[in-house]
């Protein structure tokens, strides 16, 4: 633990201005016009892994952007650990609500501003980090693979074939993955689950083009209103999805595990305050720590229609759009609940309007063991870098990747994240503190080192 601690302490300015210069990058996977961006980053990715020691390493490409692929095999009888991540981030809009430019990282009270300062590049780079301690320490004590993709934030298609086509390449006995969160550094966690995910795009449509208010407001009717209805009707008065046969693969957690879930800290008070809202919402029945790790939800993350520029221009406009996510939770799978949004939503449109459901991407749910050695090794390495044991806990993000891992490859993961769920993740001013950088460092050679003896 000492030499770890040295380490860190020795080269830590250029650990964190190493970070920093793959902050810069505008590595926005879901805009076309960030693509010379994207793949820069996956060469700087590449290159750091060179460095930190990684043989056969290679960026390889997709039909989409590409994928950064590095190993070291030291015994081919030692277990192989394969770490994934994502260089990847989400749209930075909107920009105006950044305190400072988003691929500008900017340090603030120990924490670093920056687009994906914690979703994902923070996180996949200190494995990068670790992975140059060990190296330079020789204290490596497992073979590692690692696999760092370019489209995680839209969905990974590419990467489904990637896995698939190379399946000797990437033989494994775990997959090790940073890219969630942790209750807090005072109480460490570990999460055991993600919940799934289908996102779709739904588009209705009125007249055949917009309409002057005046002139026909009040005969024909609204796009833009009649979405909003359509919308609001997804859920009732206890907000209980309304979409038939939406729960009935739900699986339902006994009275015990809900004991556990809830014994978890949480501060309502302290939750609100950090929101700046008044009070909670969502699904009757159910507490925070429920309803966001174990319930699935229906999410309208987008909605447009009409004029929205500056000023005036009364129009009754001829569509209205909105994008939808739904989270899934064990036994859902997406492409069941698309299908039955879409079956739902074509349904309840009023014959005044024509609806389209046009959806994006998916992914599954899934829960990890909390039996295996990788798990334990997880649980010891965090209870020597942290002074105290994590808490298991449910995630409510998705990582469509993970059940590919498990289906293909026949692995199971480990998700051993170090972000905080105040971190604002797809928002703007997204941070990462810099303690949690560093202590992420710190303990995962710790991991490898429990996995390599407990795997004797």
């Not at 590409?66 to 030291?74: A, D, N, Q, S, T």
């Not at 993970?402 to 941070?431: C, Q, R, W, Y």
Request: charged share 25%; aromatic share 8%; proline share 7%.
């Amino acid at each position: 633990m000492q030499e770890i601690k040295q380490y860190i302490e020795d080269h830590k300015e250029r650990l964190l201005n190493e970070l920093f210069d793959l902050l810069r990058f505008p590595s926005v996977s879901a805009d076309p016009k960030y693509k010379e961006a994207v793949i820069k980053t996956a060469e700087y990715t590449a290159e750091k892994l060179r460095e930190a020691g990684a043989d056969n390493v290679e960026v390889c490409p997709t039909e989409g952007y590409p994928i950064v692929y590095g190993e070291k095999i030291i015994d081919s009888s030692k277990p192989t650990v394969l770490v994934y991540g994502h260089y990847d981030v989400q749209p930075p809009e909107p920009l105006e609500l950044w305190k400072t430019p988003p691929f500008e990282p900017t340090v603030r009270d120990g924490k670093i501003y920056a687009r994906g300062a914690c979703d994902d590049k923070g996180q996949f780079y200190m494995h990068v980090k670790a992975f140059e301690l060990m190296m330079r320490t020789n204290s490596l004590p497992c073979n590692i693979k690692f696999m760092i993709e370019g489209e995680e934030e839209v969905g990974s298609n590419n990467l489904g074939i990637f896995v698939k086509e190379n399946k000797e390449r990437l033989k494994a006995d775990v997959v090790l993955i940073s890219d969630t969160s942790m209750l807090s550094m005072e109480t460490p966690s570990l999460e055991t689950g993600l919940r799934g995910l289908s996102y779709l795009e739904v588009e209705v449509v009125g007249p055949n083009r917009d309409l002057h208010s005046g002139v026909y407001g009040g005969a024909v009717a609204n796009p833009a209103t009649i979405l909003a209805k359509m919308i609001a009707s997804l859920h009732d008065e206890n907000n209980h999805i309304t979409i038939p046969g939406f729960y009935d693969d739900v699986a339902e957690l006994s009275a015990e595990e809900r004991q556990a879930l809830n014994a978890a800290p949480y501060d309502e008070e302290e939750y609100k305050k950090d929101l700046d809202i008044a009070e909670v919402w969502g699904e009757k029945g159910y507490s925070t720590l429920e309803r966001t790790g174990t319930r699935p939800t229906l999410e309208v993350n987008g909605i447009w229609s009409g004029y929205i520029g500056e000023g005036a221009k009364t129009v009754l406009p001829s569509k209205a759009n909105a994008k939808i996510s739904m989270r899934l939770v064990p036994n859902q799978t997406s492409d069941k609940i698309t299908r039955l949004f879409t079956e739902h939503f074509t349904r309840i449109a009023p014959p005044y309007v024509k609806v389209k459901v046009t959806p994006h991407h998916g992914g599954e749910p899934v829960v990890t063991p909390t039996d295996s050695i990788a798990y334990q090794a997880a649980q010891k390495a965090i209870t020597e870098a942290f002074g105290v044991p994590p808490i298991p806990t449910r995630g409510g993000g998705s990582i469509p990747i993970v059940a590919l891992f498990e289906a293909e490859l026949g692995i199971k993961t480990v998700l051993m994240g170090f972000g905080l769920d105040s971190d604002a993740l797809h928002s703007p001013n997204e941070k990462y503190d810099i303690f949690n950088y560093y202590k992420g460092i710190e303990t995962i050679p710790l991991f490898y080192k429990h996995y390599a003896e407990l795997s004797k």
